[in-house]
Every structure is written in C-alpha cells, then in structure tokens.
C-alpha cells in the first residue's frame, strides 16, 4: 500500500483499496445501546457511495465548503468520505466550540452545507438565523443493514460561486484558534494528508490487522491523520469510545482488546497521576512498582483492557519527561511524535524500538527541516518544509507569507537536533520572556517540572514586564474538597519552592496566584493562553 499511496489522487480511494483487499474486516465500530455496533469495509464503501448519491442530487456546485460537525462516530466517517467522493471541501468544526466562533467559520468559509449529527444541540444567535433562513433542510438516512440507522441532518444554503484557486485539490479546511485566540483556516490537500500517511506507514510499521481506540476528536488532524486515515489505510480497525471518561474507555478497551492507542500527554499524566495516588495508600503496590515494574505495568494494563496494546502514541503536546520514563519503565514504552496542524501533522515521529525520553524522534522521511536563530546553546526556531506542509492559511494571505517563506513553514517552535538526528522542542516562540539582561525565558520548561505534581491540575507561567515570572496555578480538584484555601495557598507555595530550587535564578517564579477555574484549551488540551494579554490578577488569589 505505501507505494500505491504515491498514486492515489483523493483520500476516498484509500476506502476503495482497502475494502477491495479486506472486504469483511471491521472497519469501524462504536458503541451504541449496550452493544457494538461495527461496519465492515465492504459496508463502509456502500453506506459512502449511498450517502454521496444523496449529497450529489443536491447540485452543489463541485468544490464547495460543507462544514461537519458532530462526535466521533461511524456517521462522522462516512459523512466525511462522502464530501471528499462528491469532490467537496470538508470544513470540520468542534461540536464543543462556542457560538461566536461555529458562526465566524460558516460565514467566513461561505459554507453551502452544514452537517450536524444532532442539529437541536446546535446553538445560532438571531442574527445568524436571518442568515439562514432560507435553508432548506433534507434529511439524509442510511441503512446498511437493518440495526444500523444512521442519519444526519444537513442545513442547505443559498450556493455562490466558489474561487477556481480554492478548489484546487483541496481535501479540508481545518480552523484552530490554537493558543493565542486567533482562527486560522489551515487548507490542506488531498496530495498534503497522503504524503502524511506515506510517511507514517514507513516509520511505523505495524502488524497484519491492528485494533485502534479512538478518544480524541476527528476535526483535529492528530487523530484523522495519524489514526483514521493511517488505519484505514492498512485495513486495521477503528472504535470510536461513546465517552470520555476512565469507567467507559476501560469498559470498552476490555472488548475491543486495542493494539494501538493514540493520546495526548494530559492523558498519560492523569493515568500517571491516579497510579501514584493509589501506591502512596497501598504498601503492596509500592513494592511492586519498586522492585518488578514489569510486572505492575502487567498488572495495569490487564486492569485497563490494555493487554494487548503495542502501540502507545501520543502527540498534540509536550509530554512530561518524568511521566514517559514512568511508562518506559513498567513496560508502556511511549512512543512520541511532533507535529502542527499546517503540516498535515507529522514532522517527527520516535522509531520504534528507538525511542528517547525528551525526543519528539526523527523526522520523517519526506521532510526537511532546519533549525534557524540558534541560540548559544544551538537552540533555535524550527523550520520545516515538505509535500505535506500547507500551502497558506484561508483567505489570509498576510499571515501566510509570514510563516511561509519559499516553501519552508516557521513552526514557531523552539528547539534543537542531537547528533543522531532526534529533534527536542524547548518551548514556544511566540511565548519566549526575554528578560532585561537578554536571557530567554521558556514558560514550557518551568510548567513541566509541575505536570507530573498529584496537587496541580494545570499552570501557565507568564510575565508581565518581562522581569518577574508569575505562576497562574489551578490546583486539583481533591484540594478544593478536602482543604481549606489556606491549606491549599501554603502546598502551592511550597510547590513553586521547590521548583525554584531546581531553576536559575533569572528563571525562578517571583509571584503565585490561585484560580478555582478551568482555563479554556484547545482540542489537544493546550491551554489558551489569549486572556493573559489583559489579565486582571487582582481577580486571582495570591499564595503568598
């Protein structure tokens, strides 16, 4: 299959290949109703092809934006494909994201069709509504078999002519606000994803059939790249968890028996978290963790259904060094990759087998990448180039030559290369603290030291004026229930202390401040760090 990738002209001829080679294979499979409902490769094509009929007789003109919105699930999946057959744009959209933000892509992407999985749950101000109201709604079913009823609802506007040059070979639009609170549309081909998929076939090679269990969301690249398209590509199956939280994925994961997991480090650290609550209280797992970690790691993967599992992925974040070691040594090697929405995603993947803690891996074969404004230490901003990187941001021609310079992406990443080839990421350009004495100031390497911390559920660190490093710390929920505000300001207190200790001077944090509530994150769980340009922190409880 890698070589044919090289030939494939659209994302949909991976579903023909692969259900001409594995007709009877699960292909998907969810959990519906106390039970698992799946779709094999053959009954995949079908329910596309019958769905893109439908979406054909509606006489969208070819390469129109039609935004999908809804869960992971087999629908999801089908929907997609059947956008992509027709010779659409698929604009995915966050079913979680907020009204402002759904109505801006719809109306900034002139979107023809809008598919929801529940359109009651959708949320459209008044305004918008005015917009919309000469949709037309056609309710589209598809029965693959007599169990399976899967439908969505499509809302139909007016259509407009489309520009010829957006059309060109686009696969989708994907619109992230990242961490700074700006939405960019990331347009990435049909050519951009397969060269993606090319790349990772070669640097992970897996077995005859692999079952992969899916938590993260589909509208994020991380997952559709990496996970859906990669896996569908080799026949391997897809299940799609009915919800996130630990009891369902364990209830699940003990029937679907996964080989592969792909996460984000928040998972891993919670996992990692819960694991050093529970051997603090039990002598027993104590010694077991101390003296066979092997056997532990045994232990805690048959407890979460996770016997089987070969492949531990995890991206769209840094992950704590601490937390992979951890997993290193009872046996759950992480394997850990680098990537950004704009590049399809993968830069960088570890090999297997190869893997090295702090190492985002090598990169992959089809891309180039130099560090450029090296640092005294070699560390500088990660520049990338290659068949998968974008070719510009939607209709923002401005913010796309300013990262794209003759094909080569500026990630806006820090980081540095060993010798052997394994690229680290230090920290994030745009939130460097260079200090009055020129020093750079990562806020990433300060907060690691506190994401393996049992006491802390997040922390941004930040400065103001450049000179005094402040800690935004929100601690972990059981603090809250069980201590007082006093309690808790004196072991966030001496938490910071203790970081400090391990930090140069120009580095350590000089002001602490206590919040009760979430920061805002994006789909890989990256805090939203937009709001501290007007922070007030008279409105946060100081810990000193």
């Known amino acids: 299959m890698t070589s044919e990738i090289q030939t494939l002209k659209n994302l949909y001829e991976l579903i023909e290949i692969s259900s001409s080679r594995f007709p009877d294979r699960v292909a998907l499979s969810e959990y519906k109703n106390n039970q698992i409902i799946a779709l094999t490769y053959s009954e995949?094509?079908?329910a596309i092809e019958k769905k893109s009929n439908e979406i054909s007789k509606l006489a969208i003109p070819k390469g129109s934006n039609i935004a999908l919105s809804g869960a992971n699930s087999i629908n999801w999946v089908i929907t997609f494909f059947s956008i992509l057959k027709v010779g659409h744009i698929v604009v995915p959209i966050d079913s979680k994201m907020n009204q402002q933000g759904m109505e801006f892509i719809l109306n900034f992407t002139n979107t023809q069709l809008f598919i929801v999985d529940n359109v009651s749950s959708i949320k459209i101000s008044d305004k918008f509504k005015t917009i919309i109201q000469e949709m037309d709604h056609v309710l589209i079913k598809l029965e693959a078999e007599e169990n399976k009823n899967l439908q969505s609802t499509i809302l139909l506007k007016n259509v407009t002519n489309i520009n010829e040059e957006e059309k060109n070979d686009v696969a989708q639009i994907l619109f992230t606000s990242g961490t700074t609170g700006e939405p960019k549309g990331v347009v990435?081909?049909?050519?951009?994803?397969?060269?993606?998929?090319?790349?990772?076939?070669?640097i992970l090679p897996t077995k005859n059939y692999e079952k992969s269990f899916s938590i993260l969301p589909l509208h994020h690249v991380y997952e559709l790249t990496c996970s859906l398209l990669h896996n569908l590509s080799k026949g391997n199956s897809?299940?799609?968890?009915?919800?996130?939280?630990?009891?369902?994925?364990?209830?699940?994961?003990?029937?679907?028996?996964?080989?592969i997991w792909p996460v984000v480090p928040l998972i891993l650290e919670k996992i990692y978290k819960n694991i050093n609550k529970n051997v603090s209280k039990s002598l027993i797992q104590k010694i077991l963790l101390k003296f066979a970690p092997k056997l532990f790691g045994y232990i805690l993967r048959k407890k979460l259904g996770l016997k089987e599992l070969g492949l531990l992925l995890s991206g769209g974040a840094a992950l704590n060094t601490t937390v992979?070691?951890?997993?290193?040594?009872?046996?759950?090697?992480?394997?850990?990759?680098?990537?950004?929405?704009?590049?399809?995603?993968l830069i960088s993947v570890n090999p297997l087998g190869n893997e090295r803690i702090g190492s985002v891996g090598k990169i992959i074969k089809s891309c180039e990448v130099i560090i450029e404004n090296k640092n005294s230490l070699d560390h500088g901003v990660i520049t990338v180039k290659g068949p998968n990187i974008f070719s510009g941001y939607y209709k923002n021609k401005e913010y796309s030559n300013q990262i794209l310079k003759n094909g080569w992406l500026n990630t806006g990443?820090?980081?540095?290369?060993?010798s052997d080839g394994y690229l680290?990421?230090?920290?994030?350009?745009?939130?460097?603290?260079?200090?009055?004495?020129?020093?750079?100031?990562?806020?990433?390497?300060?907060e690691e030291f506190f994401s393996s911390s049992s006491f802390i559920k997040d922390i941004i660190i930040f400065s103001n004026d450049d000179e005094n490093i402040i800690a935004l710390i929100r601690p972990d929920d059981?603090?809250?229930?069980?201590?007082?505000?006093?309690?808790?300001?004196?072991?966030?207190?001496?938490s910071c202390l203790e970081v400090n200790q391990k930090l140069e001077g120009y580095k350590r944090i000089k002001e602490i401040y206590i919040t009760n509530k979430d920061f805002e994150k994006t789909s890989t769980q990256k805090i939203k760090r937009s709001f501290l340009k007007n922070i007030n922190l008279s409105?946060?409880?100081?810990a000193k």
């Open 188 to 202: 990435l081909t049909h050519k951009n994803i397969l060269s993606n998929i090319k790349d990772i076939h070669e």
């Open 413 to 418: 990443d820090i980081g540095y290369m060993d």
């Open 44 to 46: 995949l094509l079908y």
């Open 324 to 345: 992979e070691k951890f997993f290193k040594d009872i046996g759950m090697t992480v394997t850990q990759g680098y990537g950004l929405s704009e590049a399809s995603p």
């Open 238 to 259: 897809i299940h799609f968890c009915s919800k996130i939280d630990l009891v369902t994925m364990v209830r699940e994961m003990k029937i679907i028996k996964p080989t």
């Open 424 to 446: 680290y990421i230090t920290g994030r350009d745009k939130f460097v603290i260079v200090n009055k004495g020129g020093k750079n100031i990562y806020p990433e390497e300060i």
């Open 539 to 542: 409105e946060y409880i100081s």
């Open 478 to 494: 059981e603090l809250f229930e069980k201590e007082s505000i006093d309690t808790i300001k004196k072991i966030v207190y001496e």
